[in-house]
């Protein structure tokens, strides 16, 4: 996803608003970062990642950019957020899930963890998916849903 699901193009001129690869402000009382959502493939030795967008509070945004490149950010509580992706394939829309965000060591992307919950997204994290969903997922986000 290349921008949070606030964003449209009108924004790109307003002051203040600044959209980066990892990290995004809409005219500054909106503070997003990039992090990475994975699920666990339970018959694969492997995960899969939705690469999202997640919104912080103007402290937590500011505390994470100060430690952005130190590598004792790693020692940094999980920060409260907001999903701020749509993500396509959930009946029930992905916005605003509830979500901690666990900074990782400098150079890599932040890990997602959903609230348990029981938002068909939140239990693939906590449970896993299989290679078979994957599949799913893939040919969906390729060539669309299927017609019957």
Known sequence: MP???YWNDDLAHEPGSVLGEEQYVI???HYFVRANLVLPVV???TEFVWGVWVSLSEQNFQQMERLWDKPERVD???YFGWLSTVLPLYETSTLNLKTKLRTQPPGTRPLLDLEPTDHPLAVEQR???TRARVQVIAEQLLHG???N
């Open 3 to 5: 921008a949070p699901a």
């Open 27 to 29: 005219a500054g009382p």
């Open 43 to 45: 018959d694969a030795d």
């Open 76 to 78: 940094e509580p999980p």
């Open 127 to 129: 449970t896993g998916i």
């Open 145 to 147: 849903p299927v017609s």
